[in-house]
């Protein structure tokens, strides 16, 4: 499975942006990943395929949001009231078969990764 990431940008404090990965084919989890410079890469978000549950790093809970198309096997990230912290550069990232919930925030849990999209909030 491939992973084509996009949607990184240059933003203000408090704007938004929508993050997109399409799968070439269908996978079990899709998540997002993020790295700042200097720092680990972190969990951010995932979502299952069935039945459709999301999970969320508490420092991005109420503001990220994110979803996935079966159809198209796109999952995107909605961005909103962004914040200096969250600058980094996004992974996405996804796993084929099922994982106990506890994995799920795991990088070494997911199969599949993509190149990495860079998203700057900066004023």
């Known amino acids: 499975v491939q992973l084509q990431a996009s949607g990184g940008g240059l933003v203000q404090p408090g704007d938004s942006l929508r993050l997109s990965c399409a799968a070439s084919g269908r996978t079990y989890l899709m998540g997002w990943f993020r790295q700042a410079p200097g720092k680990e890469r972190e969990f951010v978000s995932t979502?299952?395929?069935?039945?459709?549950?999301?999970y969320y790093a508490d420092s991005v809970k109420g503001r990220f949001t994110i979803s996935r198309d079966s159809a198209s096997n796109t999952v995107y990230l909605q961005m909103n009231s962004l914040k200096p912290e969250d600058t980094a550069t996004y992974y996405c990232a996804a796993r084929s078969g099922r994982i106990i919930t506890s994995m799920m925030r795991r990088a070494e849990s997911y199969d599949y990764w993509g190149q990495g999209t860079l998203v700057t909030v900066s004023s």
């Open positions: 979502i299952t395929l069935t039945p459709r549950v999301t």
